[in-house]
């Protein structure tokens, strides 16, 4: 419930500080950063509040991640430069990724949640019979050779499709 009514309201403050204290000025810092402080302190709230036990990790992460999109942007304004994005920038993108993996990956999220389901049924009589596999996998050719293959293969079955949509182009 929080969360809905504070976007409102955050909404509501930033519009008021944007139409009272940026209005006229050529470089309006001090509206900048009460509204990054607006939006900061809710998300710090926000998550003080959602401490729940099933998704600690993840939520620690998007900790991590707000505190390094509120370390950079602010900066970027207030130094009216690009140098704390490109240090900003890919930490963020690292720390996401970094999240990405530890999800899907081999024993990762995904399948922990299904062993913690798993031991909530068991008490009923149920089991999880079926697990989906998460993962990655490489979905383009690795090497010229198997990129010759690919396109050799994609080609044919162009050729197949198209010879049997339109039989009067094989009386040609």
């Known amino acids: 419930m929080f969360g809905l009514v504070g976007v409102f309201v955050v909404a509501a403050l930033a519009i008021v500080i944007g139409l009272t204290m940026g209005q006229g000025e050529a470089n309006?810092?001090?509206?900048?950063?009460?509204?990054?402080?607006?939006?900061?302190?809710?998300?710090?709230?926000?998550?003080?509040?959602?401490?729940?036990?099933?998704?600690?990790?993840?939520?620690?992460?998007?900790?991590?991640?707000t505190l390094l999109i509120f370390?950079?942007?602010?900066?970027?304004?207030?130094?009216?430069?690009?140098?704390?994005?490109?240090?900003?920038?890919?930490?963020?993108?690292?720390?996401?990724?970094?999240?990405?993996?530890?999800?899907?990956?081999?024993?990762?999220?995904?399948?922990?949640?299904?062993e913690r389901t798993d031991r909530a049924m068991r008490p009923l009589g149920l089991q999880v019979t079926e697990r989906p596999e998460g993962g990655f996998e490489m979905r383009m050719p690795t090497t010229p050779a198997e990129a010759e293959t690919a396109a050799v293969k994609a080609s044919a079955r162009w050729l197949r499709s198209n010879s049997a949509a339109s039989p009067s182009a094989s009386a040609r």
Not at 48 to 63: F, P
Not at 87 to 94: E, H, K, N, Q, T
């Open 28 to 65: 309006p810092k001090l509206a900048l950063g009460l509204i990054f402080g607006v939006i900061a302190i809710f998300c710090v709230i926000l998550f003080a509040l959602q401490r729940w036990d099933v998704s600690r990790r993840s939520q620690r992460l998007a900790m991590v991640v």
């Open 71 to 114: 370390l950079t942007v602010p900066t970027i304004y207030l130094t009216e430069s690009f140098v704390p994005l490109l240090i900003g920038g890919p930490l963020i993108a690292i720390a996401a990724l970094y999240g990405a993996f530890r999800t899907i990956g081999p024993g990762g999220e995904i399948s922990e949640s299904y």
